[in-house]
């Protein structure tokens, strides 16, 4: 699957994430490329955040690293961008290394369609979002514009893959490749962590970045009901704010709601995880989520707001009792109870989930999607 270069190191993939937005996917994709054989360069950006994973990367056999500073973390936006085409250029200089050049994620779409057109053959584009979230219009023009370039579309999400299709027509399914998002954990290397029942827990939690579109408001319902008075449940939300929602993270303070408005960095995220809680997520639209996926991983509880790949996987889990039937307050006391009720079938069903969606289970998608042939 792979061809050699002049020094006779064979290398078959290049993964391009030039703002470093998905380093936990990257570093889980590139490990199941090089369990298949495959070499792989992946060209990133420099990143205040995930650093570690950076660093896992670079120690893989078979793997080269090549970055610069590009990401807003990293850079000011004029030399970011400036960065990201010497990175795609780095790319078409090596491009005779590779059968596949794969786009994770766009970071300015004019300079990719420039550069990466003479690569469109082997171009192979993954859809995290058919649209940007917070996008109202029903197609992305850019997305759409990256989408007819590739030679090969890969979605992480069945829901993603289909609602995709239903937005920009089904010629592209014949080029799809569905590579389900398989669990991350939150620093490389470390075990998937069994299931177990655990006892009342001491705290329903929010973990992640807090955006519009990630539907936090509901703790404010939570706040004020009184269906959880019974039972009451300290309200945490970790994760760093949108500059727009810092007005509902001060009401949400001053409703008693525990915030801790900042990136964790991995050993307090661990212990966050390894806490006995029911971590919540009440998005209001969603591919896919790498929360869920790291939590999974991590062996915690969580529940689901019914919306895109959450209510997929929840259903095809069997996971029913943990998704609620509508956001709010008395939906989320309602999927407590049932947990409350049965925590031992609810734990044996959480790890069939996580057994489920290990990545060694992509292994042939993920060779017809990156393999020499494709």
């Known amino acids: 699957m792979s061809v050699a270069d ?8 290049a993964i391009v994430d030039g703002g ?12 199941a490329l090089v369990a298949q054989g495959i070499a792989v360069d992946v060209y990133v950006s420099q990143t205040r955040y995930n650093g570690a994973f950076l660093h896992a990367l670079r120690d893989l056999k078979g793997v080269r690293v090549r970055e610069r500073a590009i990401s807003r973390t990293a850079a000011p936006r004029w030399k970011g961008a400036l960065a990201y085409v010497l990175l795609l250029l780095d790319v078409r200089r090596a491009a005779d290394r590779y059968h596949a050049v794969n786009l994770q994620f766009s970071v300015f779409w004019p300079i990719e369609i420039a550069l990466l057109w003479p690569l469109r053959r082997r171009l192979v584009y993954t859809v995290h979002n058919p649209v940007p979230h917070g996008f109202a219009r029903r197609r992305h023009a850019p997305t759409a514009r990256l989408a007819a370039l590739a030679r090969t579309l890969v979605f992480a999400s ?37 299931y177990v029942a655990r006892g009342t ?18 703790f ?29 993270r001060d009401e949400l303070a001053a409703l008693g709601v525990a915030i801790d408005d900042r990136f964790l960095g991995p050993a307090e995220l661990r212990a966050l995880l390894a806490r006995n809680v029911v971590f919540l997520l009440p998005y209001r639209e969603a591919s896919q989520s790498g929360a869920l996926y790291t939590l999974l991983h991590h062996g915690c509880v969580f529940l689901c707001a019914d919306v895109g790949d959450l209510g997929d996987f929840m259903r095809r889990s069997g996971l029913d009792a943990l998704l609620l039937a509508e ?13 409350r009720r049965d925590p031992a ?24 999607a990156y393999g020499a042939s494709a």
């Open 220 to 248: 404010g319902e939570l706040a004020r009901s009184t269906g959880l008075a019974s039972d009451p449940l300290r309200l945490e939300i970790h994760g760093a704010w949108d500059e727009s929602l810092k007005p509902l």
């Open 201 to 218: 827990p001491e705290a329903l939690v929010y973990w992640s970045t807090v955006k519009p579109y990630k539907g936090v408001e509901l």
């Open 345 to 368: 079938a609810i734990a044996a069903r959480l790890q069939a989930a996580q057994d489920a969606s290990g990545w060694a289970a992509a292994a042939t998608d993920i060779r017809r």
């Open 6 to 13: 002049a020094g006779g190191r064979t290398t078959g993939v």
């Open 327 to 339: 956001r709010s307050a008395d939906a989320v006391a309602d999927a407590l109870e049932r947990l």
């Open 20 to 31: 470093s937005f998905v380093l936990p996917y990257d570093y889980e994709l590139v490990r």
């Open 158 to 194: 069945r829901f993603s893959r289909d609602d995709f299709m239903a937005r920009y027509g089904e010629r592209f399914r014949a080029k799809s490749v569905l590579i389900a998002h398989g669990t991350a954990a939150v620093a490389p290397g470390l075990d998937a962590v069994r």
